[in-house]
């Protein structure tokens, strides 16, 4: 059994520290699910680097290239066709992330007024803080966070392998699942 291709329950005997990791592929028809039991409780949380931006020397508020707000849109129109509706949106205060969550949220009808904006999800802020502020949210089920790397990479890195050695990729307006169990 290994991350990303479940094919039966059996296998969340093997997951570590009770995490599960989903892989979005851009093709909803094959992209891997698996399901936990209903009576376990648990929260969804996905996590989403912020799409392409233009450079500092650009723009030093560094927002949304055309690109950028491309990859978002369609990230946002896979998270609709596969039912996607989030309790909560959490982003970064800076811009490119701002605007990648508010892309997502208008796409689910989520009010753009409740977007939870926090400097935990700032690109240096430390993973813990991240997580802190998150599980706050528990009693959302779905929450979707919009924030940075290096941030994103520890974040996940401490939610699977206690912050030792776990090597992640995310992409601009990528979308990563965990499943969190109480």
């Known amino acids: 059994c290994h991350l990303g291709s479940f094919s039966s329950n059996s296998c969340a005997d093997a997951l ?37 931006c233009y450079s500092k020397d650009v723009n030093p508020d560094q927002p949304l290239i055309p690109m950028g707000a491309e990859q978002i849109e369609q990230a946002a129109q896979a998270a609709s066709k596969m039912g996607l509706r989030f309790g909560a949106i959490v982003s970064s205060p800076k811009r490119r992330a701002l605007d990648s969550a508010k892309i997502m949220a208008r796409a689910q009808d ?54 030792k050695g776990l090597a992640v990729q995310v992409e601009n307006g990528g979308l990563m699942r965990l499943d969190v169990l109480d």
Request: aromatic share 10%; net charge positive; proline share 8%.
């Open 16 to 52: 570590p520290a009770a995490w599960v990791l989903w892989y979005h592929s851009t093709n909803t028809d094959t992209a891997p699910v698996y399901r936990l039991p209903r009576k376990v409780k648990h929260m969804q949380l996905y996590l989403m680097q912020h799409g392409l």
């Open 110 to 163: 989520y009010p753009g007024q409740e977007i939870f904006v926090t400097e935990a999800m700032k690109a240096m802020a430390p993973p813990e803080d991240s997580w802190a502020f998150l599980k706050r949210l528990w009693d959302n089920k779905r929450v979707l966070a919009v924030g940075h790397l290096p941030n994103l990479l520890e974040l996940t890195g401490l939610l699977i392998a206690g912050g």
